[in-house]
Structure formats: C-alpha cells, structure tokens
C-alpha cells in the first residue's frame, strides 16, 4: 500500500489528528467511503476492477501505519485509530466524485472489462472505471476473440466441454428447460429486478 504520510510537530498541532489523517487520505484515488446507513459509512479501496470494501480490522491497520509514519503511535491507541477511520469515512461519503450508477443501466462487472447491455440488445465492453460505484466483479474474464469492435459477442450456444453444459445435459435433459434456466441465471447477474420473474422448479429431485 503505498502512501506517504505527513509528518506532524506535535507541539504545533492545531487540529486534531484524526481530521489531519481523513484530509490526507481524502484526496488518496485508491481509497474512498460510501453511506451504508443515515449513520453509519465504511472504506473502500479500488480493487483492480471494483470498489472493495474495507472491514473495520483493516482499516483501523491502515490507520496504525499511518499514526506510526507520522511518529504517533505511541501516544495513540486503538480508539484513536478508529476515529480516524470514523472521521474519514463521515467527511469521504459526502464528497466523493464517485458516481452511482444510473437505475437503468445495466452493467455486468468481469475480471477484465465490465459488459453494459442496452436496450437493443447490444452488448458493450469497457475497462473498469473508478469513477463509478461498482463495489462487486464475477470471477471471470471476457474472452478475447467475443470482443469485437467494443461489443462482446456471446456465442449462441454453450461449449459441449464446458462446466455448465455439463451440468445442464446430467441433470435437465430438456433442451427448452435448459434455455429457460439459462436465461434465468442471467437475470441474476442483473443489478436490479425490473423485469418482475420468479422461478419456480419442479421435478423428482436429486438432480441438482
């Protein structure tokens, strides 16, 4: 992790250290803070590809690094610590220049592009943007040769060798039960529920 924090005369110190510690990190493009409630806000720290968040064990440990570079530490102590987080995060949620993503965009974080599908049907791929509020990606990249011409072209059926095909060919044989399921689970990787389905399954069970 790599940031350098200020050193601070002690002895001169006019403002408080946890507001000293949220106005250095605040202007820091790797880290930023988003509300979770009316009262409550939490870190996150750009992932590659998203926004992760930052559970409050490590973010007090980034705090501690920072406290010990500005020679602090040993004044300081574990609330110290938090409060510089609180601060941080109180003063981040409110003027961050991260932007949420609009409700009727539709957007499907990968590993190495996020896939926007439109309403024609179109599937556009881009680079990952920190500019947006993304704080999840599945854990699978875009093939290269579906990427054309900043469209992704799927292909129309599934590889015979692939996990998924398998699964589908042992346990629902029915070549329209499988299509249905299939673009069920593509609503599912839809960020919301405009489209109003719910799946019911009804079989022998024992597979799957």
């Not at 002895?11 to 409630?37: L, R, V």
């Not at 499907?108 to 592009?113: A, C, E, I, S």
Request: aromatic residues 12%; proline residues 3%; glycine residues 4%.
């Amino acid at each position: 992790m790599a940031f350098n924090p200020i050193k601070e005369d002690k002895k001169e110190e006019k403002i408080s250290i946890e507001y000293i510690f949220s106005q250095q990190f605040k202007n820091n493009k790797d880290f930023t803070a988003f509300k979770e409630s009316e009262t409550e806000a939490a870190m996150y720290q750009w992932s590659i590809n998203h926004w992760s968040r930052i559970d409050m064990l490590k973010s007090k440990n980034i705090a501690y690094t920072w406290l010990e570079g500005c020679n602090y530490l040993g004044s300081y102590n574990e609330k110290t610590a938090i409060n510089c987080i609180k601060t941080y995060t109180t003063i981040k949620s409110v003027s961050n220049n991260v932007k949420e993503i609009e409700k009727n965009r539709i957007i499907v974080p990968l590993k190495n592009y996020w896939l926007e599908a439109k309403e024609d049907g179109v599937i556009e791929y881009f680079k990952p943007d920190r500019n947006y509020k993304i704080t999840y990606s599945l854990d699978i990249s875009a093939n290269g040769d579906k990427l054309i011409d900043k469209k992704y072209v799927p292909s129309k059926e599934l590889r015979k060798e692939s996990e998924w095909q398998k699964f589908l060919d042992s346990s629902i044989p029915d070549k329209d039960v499988q299509k249905t399921l299939q673009e069920y689970v593509g609503y599912t990787l839809i960020p919301n529920v405009d489209l109003q389905v719910a799946l019911f399954c009804e079989g022998e069970g024992s597979n799957g």
